[in-house]
């Protein structure tokens, strides 16, 4: 389940509400004394809040039902609110602040999980407004003088990009690509995607005004939100800066955020008694939400599925930094597998896998599936119609599950092998499927002969990587990719890519 997290102005008492998906039920409100300017969550569940200047307070930290756990004070003057915050992997936060007092103006400040100071640094003037980070816990941020800059997680400045005019939304990619919008520079261009060395302009594009945030979703596609061009606060990109749709909230977004399902949230002005607007994938408006007044921030968090027994799935062996762009969390990778049709979805007991995806060729997936009863024969059989579906996701520490779709193809074989004392079961499918090229870099490169020009690469598993992709395969070394197979089991886990 998904929860909706927003913050603005006050309304009824309150700052900031949690929603649950539906967009109208309300789980609780909070109120930290001041409107709500950022929003962040952490992978166990505290919620952090960056906000106005209340009793010396900017930034307050909350458990995951609301309850308080500590406030943080970056200055004790009147004016000087809390901005942005986010959580990185190991549940520290960091902030972006207004500082007016003195030079240096320390707007970039990391605290651990008590609220303590780790180091703090002057990156963008007097405001840093924006602030993420990436799959090795550096630090991005971004503000009032038109710099972007990067620490390392011990607060190192590692490397700065100037766009020109003032920055208010950075995110990153799967790949650590750096993603940026603000402030029109030179008339012409208010978005911008960069190399994670800040060195190299991937692409720019302009929205025709200001933008106040942006996010990136699981599929690596860029959102940008901001103040009305031509009938537009709203825009997709492709990875690769393609536009894909625009939509128009009628007043002022500030705020995006996206969920492991696609779909796309903006907060902003109020409008026909409207802030919030959530799109699925396609572009379509599929909830709304009446918060009341204007919203700054908003965020999602997707409730942890409750633990299932290990013999309906298996562990691989690989460690799990990253799930999607936009969520870092530390766990063990599962992966679950479904069968569709008939009378309803069943779930498959599953030993192995493994797929295939070629272009121009149907991709292909096989599942072997342990201990297999006639019953369960006769209920795949029965879903000759339907579809397997094979889910990835992450097991953390507390046994909880969260899973997302990797692959869906259309169930086509059963193979059932029986013994005296053992029998198995292996279904086979083959779908469809549309790729959009992106660029990736692979790891744990073990094995890369070469045949006829054509290389091959056997390396660890990234399920986001599809044919046509261009991996990064270390140094300036890249390859275009026109094969994929994956394979895992409880005992061995990796990917082998072919070159065209």
Not at 76 to 89: A, E, H, K, L, R
Not at 93 to 105: A, F, N, Q, R, V
Not at 217 to 237: C, E, L, M, Q
Not at 325 to 342: H, K, N, P, Q, V
């Amino acid at each position: 389940m998904i929860d909706v997290l927003v913050g603005g102005q006050l309304d009824s008492s309150v700052y900031m509400r949690r929603y649950a998906f539906d967009g109208s039920t309300i789980k609780w409100g909070y109120s930290p004394g001041g409107t709500v300017n950022g929003i962040a969550i952490a992978r166990d569940g505290r919620i952090a809040l960056a906000h106005a200047y209340y009793t010396s307070y900017q930034v307050t930290v909350l458990s995951a039902d609301g309850v308080k756990l500590w406030s943080y004070s970056h200055s004790s003057t009147s004016g000087q609110d809390g901005i942005s915050v986010c959580f990185d992997s190991s549940g520290n936060l960091i902030i972006g602040c207004e500082y007016h007092t003195s030079s240096p103006y320390y707007t970039l400040r990391k605290l651990d999980t008590t609220g303590s100071l780790l180091w703090s640094a002057a990156p963008n003037g007097n405001t840093t407004r924006c602030v993420c980070v990436d799959s090795n816990d550096n630090v991005i941020a971004g503000g009032d003088n038109g710099y972007i800059r990067k620490y390392s997680p011990t607060g190192t400045l590692l490397y700065s990009y100037n766009h020109g005019a003032a920055v208010y939304g950075v995110a990153v990619d799967s790949s650590d690509n750096v993603l940026m919008t603000g402030t029109r520079y030179s008339f012409s261009v208010t978005t911008r995607k960069l190399d994670p060395t800040l060195t190299t302009v991937a692409w720019s594009a302009d929205h025709g005004n200001g933008c106040y945030g942006i996010a990136v979703d699981k599929d690596d596609n860029v959102i940008t939100v901001g103040i009305v061009s031509s009938s537009v606060t709203t825009r997709k990109y492709q990875s690769d800066g393609t536009p894909v749709w625009t939509k128009n909230h009628g007043a002022t977004v500030r705020a995006v955020a996206c969920d492991l399902a696609g779909n796309i949230y903006t907060a902003g002005d109020a409008y026909s008694s409207l802030e919030v607007h959530r799109y699925d994938a396609a572009g379509n408006n599929t909830a709304l939400i009446n918060f009341g007044t204007n919203l700054y921030a908003i965020s999602t968090k997707t409730e942890t599925i409750p633990p299932l027994a290990i013999s309906i799935g298996f562990r691989s062996p690989l460690p799990l930094r990253e799930i999607s762009a936009s969520s870092l969390i530390t766990g063990i990778i599962i992966y679950r597998c479904y069968l569709t049709g008939g009378s309803g979805t069943i779930q498959i007991p599953m030993s192995s896998f493994q797929c295939r995806r070629r272009i121009d060729t149907k991709a292909w997936l096989s599942i072997v599936c342990p201990s297999a009863t006639d019953a369960l024969v006769t209920q795949i059989t029965d879903r000759s119609d339907g579809q397997i579906v094979l889910k990835r996701g992450v097991k953390y520490p507390d046994g909880s599950e969260q899973l997302d779709e990797m692959m869906r193809v259309d169930y086509e074989t059963l193979r059932f092998d029986k013994g005296s004392n053992s029998a198995s079961a292996t279904l086979t499918g083959r779908s469809t499927e549309t790729y959009i090229a992106k660029e990736r870099t692979v790891t744990g490169i073990s094995y890369r002969p070469t045949t006829d020009d054509s290389r091959r690469v056997r390396c660890d598993i990234d399920t986001y990587l599809s044919p046509g992709d261009t991996v990064n395969l270390g140094g300036a070394e890249t390859m275009t990719v026109s094969e994929v197979t994956i394979y895992c089991s409880p005992s061995q886990a990796g990917m082998e890519l072919g070159e065209t």
